[in-house]
């Protein structure tokens, strides 16, 4: 192994570690929420916001943290993210009561959006273009699986009940990791090649306009169910939100033709197949966010399993994006080429069979055996696409393209939940049972697959009346 070799396998555990612990963190609270309600009671506001806070901050400042990172430079951003992340899990696993946990869920999701848009930007900009497929192949895979393996980490720990610390484990085990992480990252940030950051000054009226936009979306999907908003008022806030977002990238589009250094560089989007190829990677990690979802709630409420078990369940899943996501680096270009088409549509299959095969029990082998399949075609359908994104994206805007990919993802994430999963527990409610609760979630979850599978090949493919659209906006 060559002394580039080691320093980009150091490089990459690094930041895919810090990936990891932030992918992880929301699965692992919603596993440890039982507990945390026995534990320390309050209202079910205080405890909705337990969940809810992380990802509502994240959400709100991760373009910021990306714009922070090209102007500070994208190192020390990364550690000053991991540094409050790594506290503000400890003040998570101190917690005394309610509140004070949810104001430490607060301070991590701020800490991960510091930390989080800096992991593709410093892969782009650092990794040497021969090594670059494997590793976006890597953070792809650590960036879809994170939710998968906080459930499987979070039953484990609750279950294990470490020293009786039952819940607080859960986040206490990205303290030690956290401080290890800074140690060496450290010392592998310090070998990189000098970048001056931008000093441009930051964009404080998007600010505000995005905040205001990504919260009036965000809350009612995130909130308004367990609030129990009318339909009329979450219908109406998320189209305001929708709205903000618009007026946002308008607002993005006037700033960066003054040359007044906007907060999202928009012109990401003019590269050949930007649009349809994030579209694509949205609507994939959507659904897919909606599958495991439904497919949680199906194995513990309605077949019984434990929080462990059910995690268990998704290990195939997980095995079969690793092994596909490995081996995709190692096909030729006419391959990749064909994998984002071909791996919705395997995946929208997949969906409509294990929601058969859940409709009255659990058989493992036939479940892991989909599972295993199903893992395969979502790595098929997500890092090739994400690899291609940062091949036809200059370096000069990755901090724009880790944005892009980590608020689109994350929004998309928070719709499939919303959408498909209170689809299911709509019909659960109304006392639906076998394929009459099944299907219907996984019917258009499997449609909205084969529309990424056509995005995708706008992508592959790109359109000139694709690149015009972008332009106009």
Known sequence: MTESTRRTAALLTVLLTGQAMASMDTSIAAVAAPAIRADL????????????????????????????????????????????????????????????????????????????????????????????????????????????????????????????????????????????LQVVGRRVFAGLPADPPRREPLDLPGVLLLAAAMLTLVVPLVLGGDLAWPGWVRAAAVAAGAAGLWLFLGYEVRRARRDAAPLLDVTVLRHPGVPAGLLACCVVMGCYAGFLFVLTLRLQDGLGFTALAAGLAFLPYASGFALCGLAVARLPER???????????????????????????????????????????????????????????????????????????????????????GL????????????????????????LLLTGAVAARLATRPAPEMIGFARTM
Do not use: E, K
């Not at 659990?362 to 098929?380: D, I, K, N, T």
């Open 335 to 421: 391959g990749r080429a064909v994998l984002p088409v071909a791996g919705p549509a395997v995946l929208a299959a997949v969906v409509v069979a294990v929601a058969g095969l859940a409709a009255a029990g659990w058989p493992w082998p036939a479940g892991s055996a989909l599972l295993l399949v199903g893992g395969a075609a979502h790595a098929a359908s997500f890092s090739p696409l994400v690899t291609r994104l940062t091949r036809v994206v200059p370096a000069g805007a990755a901090a724009a393209l880790s944005a892009a990919v980590s608020t689109g993802t994350l929004l998309a994430a928070v719709l499939g939940v919303t959408l498909v999963g």
């Open 41 to 180: 009671a309050g209202p079910p506001a205080v405890q909705q916001l337990v969940l809810a806070g992380y990802t509502l901050t994240f959400a709100v400042l991760v373009v910021v943290g990306a714009r922070l990172g090209a102007r500070h430079g994208y190192p020390r951003v990364f550690l000053l993210g991991l540094a409050g992340f790594t506290l503000a899990s400890l003040a998570c696993g101190l917690a005394p009561g309610p509140a004070t946990l949810v104001a430490a869920r607060v301070a991590q999701g701020a800490a991960g959006a510091l930390m989080v848009p800096q992991v593709l930007s410093l892969i782009q900009a650092a990794v040497p273009a021969a090594a670059r497929a494997r590793a976006v192949g890597a953070y792809s895979m650590v960036l879809a699986l994170g939710v998968a393996a906080g459930q499987v980490l979070g039953g484990l720990l609750v279950t294990l009940d470490l020293g009786g610390l039952t819940w607080r484990a859960a986040f206490l085990v990205n303290v030690p990791v956290g401080v290890a």
């Open 424 to 447: 299911h527990l709509a019909l659960t409610a109304a006392g639906r049972h076998g394929p009459a609760l099944t299907l219907p979630p996984a019917l258009p979850t499997a449609a």
